[in-house]
């Protein structure tokens, strides 16, 4: 008998419509739920990690179920059509699905092992941003140009992955300037000190440091100020780097401390 008959058999068209609707219902809910989260997200801005963390859980038990309660509308899962129609589906759905049965299992591994999570800022495969989606396929990270990526959940089992935040939604920043060795370096690191600790966006609560050290490049001696320190959500890295880096700058040139020099300086 030809396969397809047997699987025609034990398929209910009555419950067609029935299914597009608990598929229908399966995505209406999830959108909803993620505006919700979101929401209380916003509300409670020291847990909005947590609670986007909970949503990825939330919308993996959604899908679920939602696809399996289509599933039974329209099939009629007895005895018979495991063993009519088992092998020929197993071995055509295994092929067809295999790279999306990884990426599913690896999302389930993603939210158990918890490399980074949703909302955490992730350098991946020369991309940097924001974790927004963790889905039953794939993650989407969004950059700092505003660029959606999608990447499929079974590329993180194998790559390495930098989390900068790791679930916590303050975040260490790391900033740079360079100054002439010949250069008030002491009143330089005053600076660079007290523009990272006076930012509105800085996290006053955590360490922070400023380091200075000398290098030579391209046949001149300068130092480096690093100034590494706390910001206060992720989501204000960038203002807060520019918000130092503004006012170091503006200070330097107040103050006439000036950068390296490719040419000999005058006196």
């Given amino acids: 008998m030809d396969p397809h008959t047997e699987v025609l058999k034990f398929l209910k068209p009555g419950g067609i419509p029935y299914a597009l ?15 919700s989260l979101d929401r209380l997200g916003d509300r409670f801005a020291d847990k909005r990690l947590l609670i986007q963390q909970a949503g990825s859980f939330l919308r993996f038990g959604i899908y ?14 007895t005895r018979e059509v495991v063993l009519a129609v088992g092998g020929t589906v197993a ?6 699905l295999k790279d999306l049965t990884a990426a599913i299992v690896a999302g389930l591994v993603i939210l158990v092992d918890r ?34 990526i999608t990447i499929p959940n ?16 303050a975040m260490m920043i790391q900033m740079d300037f360079h100054v002439g060795a010949d250069q008030d370096v002491a009143r330089a690191k005053r600076i660079v000190e007290e523009a990272l600790t006076t930012s509105r966006f ?21 130092v480096r100020i ?27 040139l107040a103050e006439s401390i000036r950068p390296p020099a490719v040419l000999h300086r005058g006196v």
Avoid at 116 to 140: K, P, T, W
């Fill in 115 to 148: 490399p980074f999570q949703v909302g955490d800022r992730v350098a991946f495969d020369g991309y940097y941003g924001e974790i927004r989606h963790i889905g039953l396929r794939s993650v989407r990270l969004v950059t700092l140009d505003d660029s959606t």
């Fill in 64 to 77: 679920l179920v939602g696809g399996l309660g289509a599933l039974v509308s329209v099939v009629e899962l």
């Fill in 91 to 96: 071995v055509a759905v295994g092929f067809a």
């Fill in 202 to 222: 800085a996290h006053l609560g955590r360490p922070f440091a400023v380091l200075v050290s000398q290098e030579a490049r391209d046949g001149m001696v300068l």
């Fill in 21 to 35: 609707l608990v598929l229908a219902a399966t995505v209406l809910l999830s959108r909803l739920m993620s505006r």
């Fill in 154 to 169: 079974n590329k993180f089992l194998t790559d390495a992955v930098s989390s900068g935040n790791a679930g916590d939604v």
């Fill in 226 to 252: 690093r100034a590494k320190g706390y910001v206060k959500d992720v989501r204000f890295e960038k203002a807060f780097e520019s918000d130092v880096t503004e006012r170091v700058l503006e200070t330097f």
